[in-house]
Each structure stands twice: as C-alpha cells, then as structure tokens.
T-cell receptor
C-alpha cells in the first residue's frame, strides 16, 4: 500500500465548475500538507500549504485537511481552462531528523477544464 | 514565491557520457536541496538530499556512484548522471526549502534523453 493515494483521473469538467481533488494517506506522522500544480514539462508550483485540520482558503482555492480520517482535499471554485494541469498532493513529517524536508507525493490527478 | 532555477532545461546525450545538471536558489540560501526524478505520467520520486558542506544522502535503491551530487554553495547544487544509459532518460527536478523545511519550491526541471 502506498503511503499517499491519489486518484490519477483524468478529470474533465466544464468551465465554471467546482473541482474537488482528494488524497488519502496512511502515515499518521505526516503533519504538513501541500498541493502543487504541475503544467506539462514544468516543475511543480506550490498552490497551498497547511499543517492543521480544517480549511484554508486562498482565492479560488480551498485546502481541507482531516487528520482523524487521514484525508485531504483541494477545491477549485469557478474553474478556468488555465487550471488544466496535473495536481499533486504532497506531505511531510516536518523539520528535524532524517525526514527533514522530505516530501511524499501522491500520483497526481490530471485535470482538464474545457470552455 | 521563492525562485529556483535549473540548467539545462533539456539535454540529449549519447549512452556512456556524463551529464551535469545545476540547481540554483535565486533569492534565498538553501543548506539543503532535494533531487527528484519523474517518469512520464508518474509522480515525483525523491532520489537524494543534497547537503551543503557534507555528503548527500540517497534514498533506497538510488546508486550514489551513478548520481553524483555536489552542494558547492548555499545557492547551488549539482547532479551528475555518470555513464548515462537510456533507462536514465527522465525528467529531473530539484527543490529547495526557503527557510521552512516543510515546504519546497521546485525548479522548472531538466529533461534528459539518453540515446
């Protein structure tokens, strides 16, 4: 079983739709949660970062963490064609020790927003 | 956000040659940088942790004699793929934490093709 599970999709939605992306994890030591967006043949771009259960909002994006269920989500409101990309969830146990800075990624979900 | 650059963005080489990839943090210092590899339609896999002033630490299954890492300064890490073979063809991405180890900023990636 992978430490982080993410449905690879692909996911296709019409412009303006609300998109829900999800990851589950098995390692209870994960304390920090991130969402990255990756366009084709580019490096990942940090979208959201959070370390506590609950919601965090930034513009059209909302990150949700439920540590008790080991489940995180990213919601995209009013989706745009420019949101078409691969979305990767990532997690870490935090600073200190041999796990310093190491991220564990989900497989990534391919999203297409069509006009 | 913080900026991380990589050079070259793309390289094509013959089997048996060595290829050097540079990763630079442009607006912050990074005592630690990370190297990832990403195969088509797959997620990022951590290869090694680059430590300024000390030896790199490699993930299980990564050959340290094949993937040489040198963290020459607080803003530069290099990855050298020695005696490259076609199976080393991949997308190599570096990352660096801008202070907080639980977030990472990624470079744009280097696409290596070994003929």
């Amino acid at each position: 079983q992978k430490e982080v599970e993410q449905d690879p999709g692909p996911l296709s939605v019409p412009e303006g739709a609300i998109v829900s992306l999800n990851c589950t994890y098995s390692n209870s030591a994960f304390q920090y949660f991130m969402w990255y967006r990756q366009y084709s043949r580019k490096g990942p771009e940090l979208l959201m970062y959070t370390y506590s259960s609950g919601n965090k909002e930034d513009g059209r994006f909302t990150a949700q963490v439920d540590k008790s269920s080991k489940y995180i989500s990213l919601f995209i409101r009013d989706s745009q064609p420019s949101d078409s990309a691969t979305y990767l969830c990532a997690m870490s146990v935090g600073a200190g020790g041999t796990s310093y800075g190491k991220l564990t990624f989900g497989q990534g979900t391919i999203l297409t927003v069509h006009p | 956000g913080a900026v991380v650059s990589q050079h070259p963005s793309r390289v094509i080489c013959k089997s048996g040659t060595s290829v050097k990839i540079e990763c630079r943090s442009l607006d912050f210092q990074a005592t630690t940088m990370f190297w990832y590899r990403q195969f088509p339609k797959q997620s990022l896999m951590l290869m090694a942790t680059s430590n300024e002033g000390s030896k790199a630490t490699y993930e299980q299954g990564v050959e340290k004699d094949k993937f040489l890492i040198n963290h020459a300064s607080l803003t530069l890490s290099t990855l050298t793929v020695t005696s490259a073979h076609p199976e080393d063809s991949s997308f190599y991405i570096c990352s660096a934490p801008p202070g907080r180890a639980d977030t990472q900023y990624f470079g744009p990636g280097t696409r290596l093709t070994v003929l």
